[in-house]
């Protein structure tokens, strides 16, 4: 050991004392500390990426153009006042090159094609991740604090929710997520706020409580409060992990806590007692009266058929008391100021027809096995305690619980929320979008304290809505003012007088849409006034018979008397024009037969508008547009006329080509549409 | 419990599945549905996709193992499977991240070992393709698709001129993009083709046009070829 040790001590000593000998070594040590640079330098992962790019693109017919278009070493996009460095280019060599769409490979695909250019936002802005690393793991995985991951592709469509504020073409799950977080009242809870200083607002009004012991049992509050998807499938109201007690308790405050309505007490016993005569009669009136429209109700085979506007009536039978049903069914809005449901003017046979049909639609199992002892005041007290913990009074009104501000967190910036604030569960991924649906999935397996309710959502729903929190960052508020598109502002346009009333007892802006405000199910009738004629109007409001025969949803009969429709009709012609042409410059008669036979040929050969429309039933059969057979009665020739020059400007969003007419033509094809009256086969003749 | 089940869901199913024994074998397998759906790209398909194993009377076969194999980035749920009691294997696909077609391989093996598959597509949306599958159920499906629904009545039937549809690769393949464009813009007639079809060009702006043309090309069966740079021969 010893003799070693001075060997090598001797040998050192050697080198050290010989100038010769030591200025070598030095000079050896010093080279290999050289070519460490350069060769870490050459070994980079980038260069590495690079290198392989020219491999790749050399026996494509493209070559030459690629390598003419590649620039070696450390490519960037730094624009400043986005606060945006990427160096992603780096690697991924092709992605201004369109000729690589067709690439699978990574990291040397083209970008596919999107509206924005690169170099004018960048990567990170859509992709998230650090655009100032050079390498992989630091560019695209990185966890670090202040420091987030690259967003996984399915998410993607959040990034364009940071400026777009309006529904996107294009970006469906973004703009189901925003619809979710509005129509499952998420934003009742959580407050969102958007860049431009407007909140969120909640589409779907559920009912007030007030009044709930007249509407329902205390046994099916508790069934339903214990699981609502087992009421209904589609319900809205989610799910609370309430404790048997629990759910006894709160059923048992909400009934002590509900005032009688004296007109939920009012019904006619005499008519509801004799069965109806025809068994069938009540379902073919729930048609009739397009209830389909808005409620849905499960077929034999088990699917649900009907609309979403209204509650699924399935089991309604189950839920609701007789008397309400009727005095609901007579007076929506006595009840529900806020309801969407029109107010029929039924007659007391049909509102007993209708009733009686409903009544049947029951399902015993749901409350069967609910048994509840008579409550005691310390019941009832705590069941108002939990009414308030749970934050029920934030999308219900319940008498004596205040609507509570701000409930759940503040949700304005939760996309851009750190990885270092959230609790992880064991064995989940830690990344924010992860997290944001496992809370949604399962928010109660964060912590059993927890105030959020499950809710009934499809996994692609779960996608969606995390979607919409992901929009949500600090970057949509930091970004150019300039960058923002605000969402169209809402409307607040309610009909006026006399009418106004009308409308808002027939609750016509549930489906259709005036002034930026309604529906979207039924046309639009900003400018109804211009369009149709007065006539038309008058008996269509009596009696509406439909102009698409292949629609499911139709505008109900609403048995209006004549002195309603002649007040709807007259607000409707006077108050409802478009400002870009008078409604009468045209005559609705009159024109010469061989303006009307140019018409006839025009619409049959040149624009085959016989495609989508009907003019003879006996020889056309398209049935994408309306019926035209009498459009001539139904129609104004100037709205036809404007209608032919330009669809687009008169009813925004129709799928009626824009066919670039000339005067003559539109002309012509007014006089042949006007021409048809209806009646007689008039069509066929000409 | 919950935590656990969440877990579960977070997870994505590894490929490491234990080893299935199938107990039979079949000969072929056919498509029962879920190909060529329309799906964002790293997003789960509506539908699970669903095959049969039969054996060479056209007998469905019950316990045979179905493997489901697909480009890198795509996941399946599971991986393979034994066909349950009608003889079907059923798999939930996520698409791989990236937008295009992706063809997936689902194959068995017979008595002899001998292996036998078929493969399906399915197709990813970018967001052109995405803008041009909005344009095209709104304006063009009423007419190029076959199939009605219950909300939306094709009008297929009425036409004197039937249009093709669009996954019609044989037909479409052959249209060049400029070609397409035109019919698009100026109507039928403009390259001597029906008048059922009207001009778009004043409905729709230039990015719908060609998002229409992009959906066209990435639903294509047989898929579409991009022709490439063509130089002038010397």
């Known amino acids: 050991m010893q003799t070693k040790k001075t060997g090598f001590l001797s040998s050192l000593k050697a080198i050290v004392c010989d100038p010769f000998t030591m200025f070598g070594v030095v000079s050896a040590i010093l080279l290999l500390l050289l070519t460490v640079a350069p060769a870490k330098d050459y070994l980079s992962e980038w260069r590495g990426y690079q290198r392989q790019y020219l491999t790749f693109i050399q026996n494509r017919g493209d070559a030459v153009t690629l390598r003419r278009h590649f620039q070696g070493g450390i490519n960037q996009i730094w624009i400043p006042q986005l606060d945006v460095v990427d160096r992603c280019q780096t690697c991924h060599v092709g992605v201004g090159e369109a000729s690589l769409a067709d690439v ?5 695909r083209a970008h596919p094609p999107i509206p924005h250019k690169l170099t004018e936002f960048g990567c990170v802005i859509c992709h998230r991740g650090q655009g100032a690393a050079t390498t992989v793991n630091q560019a695209h995985h990185s966890d670090m604090t202040g420091e987030e991951p690259i967003l996984p592709a399915r998410y993607i469509e959040s990034s364009c929710g940071q400026c777009h504020h309006e529904p996107l073409e294009g970006t469906p799950k973004l703009n189901q997520g925003r619809t979710l977080l509005s129509r499952y009242g998420c934003v009742n809870c959580h407050t969102i706020t958007l860049p431009d200083g407007s ?4 589409t779907d009004f559920p009912p007030p409580l007030t009044h709930i012991a007249d509407k329902t049992t205390r046994e099916w509050i508790y069934a339903w409060l214990k699981d609502p998807a087992a009421y209904s499938s589609t319900a809205t109201m989610p799910n609370f992990m309430l404790s048997d007690s629990d759910a006894s308790d709160i059923s048992a405050f909400l009934m002590a806590d509900s005032t009688p309505d004296p007109a939920d007490r009012i019904s006619s016993p005499a008519a509801s007692k004799t069965p109806p005569a025809d068994p069938t009669a009540g379902a073919s009136l729930y048609g009739e009266s397009f209830c389909a429209s808005c409620h849905a109700t499960q077929n034999e085979a088990g699917n649900l058929v009907g609309g979403t506007l209204g509650p699924e009536l399935t089991n309604v039978g189950t839920k609701v008391k007789p008397a309400w049903l009727l005095a609901w069914m007579r007076d929506p ?20 027809l209708l009733a009686a049909f409903l009544e049947n639609k029951t399902d015993p199992d749901f409350v069967a096995n609910v048994h509840l002892q008579p409550a005691t005041k310390q019941q009832i007290a705590h069941g108002k305690e939990l009414v308030m913990e749970n934050g029920c009074a934030s999308c219900h009104e319940i008498p004596g619980v205040p609507k509570p501000e701000n409930f759940g967190p503040n949700l304005s910036r939760v996309g851009s929320k750190p990885l270092v604030q959230l609790i992880f569960l064991p064995g989940m991924e830690h990344s924010l979008p992860a997290y944001l649906s496992g809370k949604i999935r399962q928010p109660r397996a964060f912590g059993a304290s927890l105030r959020m309710p499950k809710f009934n959502l499809s996994s692609a729903q779960v996608e969606a809505a995390t979607t919409a929190l992901l929009s949500l960052t600090d970057r949509s508020f930091s970004l150019p003012a300039n960058l923002q598109v605000p969402s169209t502002p809402q409307s607040h346009y309610e009909p006026a007088g006399q009418a106004g009333q009308l409308m808002s007892s ?3 802006l549930s489906c259709h849409s005036i002034n930026g405000h309604g529906g979207t199910m039924a046309p639009d009738l900003s400018w109804e006034g211009s369009s149709v004629q007065r006539t038309w109007l008058e008996s269509f409001l009596k009696n509406p018979n439909t102009l698409r025969p292949t629609l499911i949803r139709r505008m109900p009969k609403f048995n209006l008397t004549d002195a309603e ?8 012609m006077t108050a409802y024009q478009t400002p870009s042409f008078v409604r009468d410059e045209m005559p609705l008669t009159g024109y010469s037969p061989a303006l009307i036979e140019k018409g006839r040929e025009l619409f049959y050969s040149r624009y085959a508008c016989q495609s989508c429309h009907m003019v003879n039933p006996n020889v056309d059969k398209g049935y994408i547009g309306p019926t035209l ?18 669809p687009q400007a008169l009813r925004p969003g129709t799928i ?6 000339s005067d003559d033509d539109a002309n012509a094809l007014t006089a042949f549409l006007m021409a048809q009256k209806g009646g007689a086969g008039q069509g066929a003749k000409q | 419990m919950l935590a656990l089940a ?13 080893a299935l024994k199938p107990t039979a074998s079949g000969t072929a397998i056919v498509l029962v549905g879920g190909d060529k759906q329309l799906g964002s790209p790293g997003s789960r398909l509506s539908q699970p996709l669903q095959f049969q194993v039969n054996d060479n009377l056209g007998n469905a076969v019950t316990g045979a193992e179905v493997e489901i194999t697909g480009p890198k980035g795509v996941i399946f749920d599971p991986a393979q499977v034994l066909t349950d009691e009608n003889g079907q294997a059923t798999f939930k696909v996520r698409l791989g991240g990236i937008s295009g077609r992706y063809e997936l391989t689902a194959s068995s093996r017979d008595a002899h070992g001998k292996p036998f598959s078929l493969t399906v597509a399915e197709f990813a949306a970018g967001y052109q393709e995405q803008v041009g599958y909005e344009v095209n159920e709104k304006y063009c499906s009423r007419c190029h698709d076959q199939d009605s629904t219950v909300t939306q009545v094709s009008n297929y039937d009425n036409l004197a001129v039937k249009p093709h549809s669009f996954s019609n690769g044989d037909v479409y393949n052959k249209i060049t993009a400029s070609d397409l464009a035109t019919i698009i813009t100026h109507g039928g007639p403009a390259i001597n083709r029906s008048a059922l079809m009207p001009p778009y060009g004043w409905t729709l702006n230039k990015a719908e046009t060609q998002a229409v043309i992009a959906y066209i090309r990435l639903v294509s069966d047989p898929p579409y070829v991009a022709p490439g740079v063509v130089y002038a021969k010397h």
Not at chain 1, 104 to 108: D, G, H, T, W, Y
Not at chain 1, 334 to 345: G, I, K, S, V, W
Not at chain 1, 629 to 646: C, E, M, P, Q, S
């Open chain 1, 104 to 108: 699978k490979q990574q990291p040397f």
């Open chain 1, 199 to 202: 909140t969120m607002q909640a």
């Open chain 1, 333 to 352: 809005k006595h009840y529900d100021p806020a309801t969407r449901m029109p107010q029929y003017r039924w007659t007391d046979a049909q509102l007993n």
């Open chain 1, 506 to 508: 027939l609750n016509c």
């Open chain 1, 565 to 572: 429709s002649t007040v709807l009709t007259d607000y409707i």
């Open chain 1, 629 to 646: 057979t009498d459009v001539g009665a139904r129609l104004n020739a100037a709205w036809i006329f404007h209608y032919l020059k330009d």
């Open chain 1, 656 to 661: 009626e080509p824009n066919q670039h007419l």
């Open chain 2, 6 to 18: 969440l877990c579960a869901g977070c997870k994505h199913p590894t490929s490491s599945a234990p």
